[in-house]
């Protein structure tokens, strides 16, 4: 019998113990050994019921996805299954903290389930680029009927205790799982229910099986943001199973669905995605132990659109927050937009109808830069010069307390030049959020070359707790997000002098599956604010400088790259861009030529994983899934495709290193030649997962 499962008997009551840290994933040892314990149990004439339980913190909490890729090993999963929902003894699952993925098949297989109050159950696969392979695409619909088994399946998102009594996904909410399980199987013997096996129940699937757009209608309400993903679409198909075929046949086509999912490509990225995500919590440079410092308020200087969205971060997760602006008509405008966002968000039924009131509670506005004395954590978040900032961070210096974590929110500017108008350079960082910022996951933590261990620790920390994904970077010019954005929209911009159109860049760029292009982001972002940063820097650029002279900013103006009309935030293509263009074009001699949509997509993809291998070389990102998770939770990459230095990986380095030396000889552009690093890993047939 496998150490980390036992069987332990309580009167009748045959206790199997899952005892596997963390999660009490279903590792091969946890497979084996709640297999030999059920059957032992079964075995044992004086054991009538038996109840599955976990020991620490939460029921099992998914397949172990280290073994995914790896060979099978046995027993598998279905085999554990068909073994639970055979017994003749009644089986109960007692629930506590999460059953997802393969713990809550695990559940579905047993004849009852109950939980304590705040667990949550779901089946997340969908996350992961697959669906649920031992069964729970054809047990959960039948346990809770197919609409909401969409919900849980297509969705990937939990639910709750509550919701899933009420769906008769448990039997009942129970005070303590174990002891709680263990009245409830007494209570089932008592009673002498009969085992319900829920492979043999289709009464909840009645109603769809006579009225198919119960499920169709959906199918469709979770399907029309998974623009380019396969597994939605998959599991979608596989629920469908339940109203077609017999339980066995769709058990059969759901494992091949599962396989073949977890060969793809796109899970293999979504599985990527998944460990990077942790890996970027590892910080370099950090003593162990390192304890952060305590936060309790914080202070947010500039009430705008990047100010505002940092600060309902902070209030969303309970933090309080003072707003500080220059006059009472911005302090004002800025409270305004944020009650008006937390208004809507109630109207639409994503918060609860007071929350607006008790998050604006939260948030003290005020007027001048004097009042972050007594504030444990100040972000800067005002127009992006450097000579505004340093002249903010030179009076925050003169009042805040000492101890006080000093974090600006800028997205290009050099924080150790910030940091030292300041007398204590140790306590400063970037902290760099994206717009909007109540609703983006990523923040940029910028190390600069004096910020103390604890401060490090303390702005990641704080990141996590308002339910952001920190990721570690160093000091340069836009960092890594923003240092390859630049790289993207220069060969961006370089395409419209040889001959593309704005609408055919973006198209290519949305096909390859990012939200929008380069160019209907800068119009959504306002082209005023790059020509002001360009000002300041003293850099030109030749067509967008030449609309900001034209008063088109974008989408605030009705005009930028497209036009809007009518305030509508689609981008129209417009004739007198192309002109502009065009006049540009005749200015500098130039002629248009015919530009190929794969040219488009090689020269802006390569140019950023070029510039990505410069910021590995440089020690800007401490590791290439680092820059995949920036551009994954900051820009819009498509999880499906892993980040920029993933799929430069799955494309193969060599062929991304022989393109980049075509273009840049083609089109006279040296910073298209290959980095150091991607140059050396292409000949060695090398790859930047592989490179660490």
């Known amino acids: 019998m496998s150490n980390v499962v036992t069987l332990e008997r309580l009167e009748t009551v045959g206790i199997i113990k899952i005892d596997s840290p963390p999660v009490n994933a279903l590792s091969t040892a946890v497979r084996k050994g709640i297999l030999e314990c059920t059957k032992q149990a079964i075995a044992d004439p004086q054991i009538k019921a038996i109840v599955l339980t976990c020991a620490g913190r939460t029921f099992i909490a998914g397949a172990d996805i280290t073994e995914f890729g790896k060979p099978a090993q046995e027993p598998g999963l279905d085999k554990v299954l068909q073994e639970i929902e055979n017994s003749p003894k009644p089986v109960v699952a007692a629930i506590h903290g999460t059953a997802l993925g393969g713990g ?56 709750n205790a509550d919701a899933a009594l009420q769906a008769g996904l448990i039997e009942e909410i129970v005070d303590g799982p174990a002891a709680g399980a263990q009245i409830f199987a007494n209570k089932v013997l008592a009673e002498n229910r009969p085992l319900r096996k829920l492979r043999d129940d289709d009464s909840k699937l009645a109603a769809a099986r006579a009225d198919r757009s119960i499920f169709t209608n959906a199918v469709a309400a979770l399907t029309k943001r998974a623009r380019g993903l396969e597994a939605p679409f998959a599991a979608a198909d596989a629920i469908s199973y339940t109203l077609d075929l017999p ?36 910080l370099a440079g950090v003593p162990a132990g390192t304890k952060p410092r305590t936060i309790e ?19 969303n997760a309970g933090i309080p927050v003072t707003l500080i602006e220059t006059g009472e008509e911005q302090l004002t405008r800025g409270l305004g937009v944020m009650r008006k966002n937390y208004d809507a968000s109630a109207a ?44 903010i961070f030179g009076l925050i210096d003169t009042y805040a307390k000492p101890g006080a974590v000093l974090a600006t929110n800028t997205s290009f500017l050099d924080i150790n030049e910030i940091a030292e108008v300041t007398k204590r350079p140790q306590d ?25 261990p604890d401060v490090l620790s303390t702005a990641v920390a704080v ?75 003293g850099i030109k650029s030749e067509i967008e400088d030449a609309l900001c002279e034209a008063g088109r900013f974008g989408q605030k103006t009705g005009q930028g790259y497209y036009k809007y009309e009518g305030g509508s935030r689609a981008p129209l293509p417009d004739p007198d ?5 065009d006049a540009t074009l005749l200015r500098l001699g130039r002629k248009r030529r015919v530009v190929t949509d794969e040219e488009i997509l090689e020269r802006v993809t390569y140019s950023m994983i070029n510039e990505g291998a410069r910021i590995l070389e440089e020690g800007i ?10 551009w994954l939770y900051g820009y819009g990459w498509p999880i499906y495709r892993g980040g920029p230095m993933h799929y430069a990986d799955q494309v193969g380095l060599r062929h991304v290193a022989d393109r980049l030396s075509y273009y840049a000889a083609e089109t006279n552009d040296p910073s298209l030649e290959p980095a150091p690093a991607l140059k050396r890993l292409a000949q060695q047939g090398g790859t930047f997962a592989g490179s660490r």
């Open 104 to 159: 809550l098949e695990v559940a579905l297989a047993c004849h009852y389930r109950v939980a304590v109050k705040d667990a949550k159950l779901g089946l997340p696969e969908v996350k992961l680029g697959l669906l649920p392979g031992a069964g729970g695409t054809q047990r959960l619909p039948r346990a809770v009927g197919p609409e909401l088994a969409v919900k849980m399946i297509v969705g990937g998102d939990p639910i």
């Open 247 to 282: 339980f066995d046949e769709g058990l059969r086509k759901e494992h091949e669905t599962f396989l073949q999912l977890l060969a793809g490509e796109q899970s293999i990225a979504q599985r990527y995605a998944f460990f990077a995500e942790r890996e970027a919590a590892k």
């Open 297 to 315: 308020r914080v202070a947010i200087i500039g009430g705008g659109t990047m100010g505002g969205g940092i600060a309902m971060s902070f209030v």
């Open 348 to 391: 639409r039924g994503g918060i609860p109808a007071d929350a607006p009131a008790k998050r604006m509670a939260l948030v003290n506005g005020v007027v001048g830069i004097e009042n972050v004395k007594d504030t444990d954590l100040i972000i800067e978040a005002v127009f992006e010069t450097m000579t505004i900032k340093k002249s």
């Open 428 to 452: 400063v960082l970037g902290m760099h959020f994206f717009s909007p910022a109540n609703v983006m996951k990523l923040c940029e933590i910028v190390r600069a070359d004096k910020t103390a």
């Open 463 to 537: 990141a996590r707790k308002i339910a952001k994904i920190p990721v570690v970077v160093g000091v340069c010019d836009g960092f890594v997000g923003n240092r390859m954005l630049m790289a993207r929209t220069k060969q961006a911009e370089k395409l419209l002098f040889e001959g593309a159109l704005p609408q055919q860049v973006d198209a290519v760029i949305t096909k390859f599956g990012l939200p929008m292009g380069p160019f209907a982001m800068g119009d959504l972002a306002g082209l005023d604010i790059g020509w002001r940063s360009r000002k300041d820097r």
């Open 577 to 581: 861009v192309e002109k502009l263009i």
């Open 621 to 630: 990102a401490a590791r290439p899934s680092d820059i995949d998770i920036v």
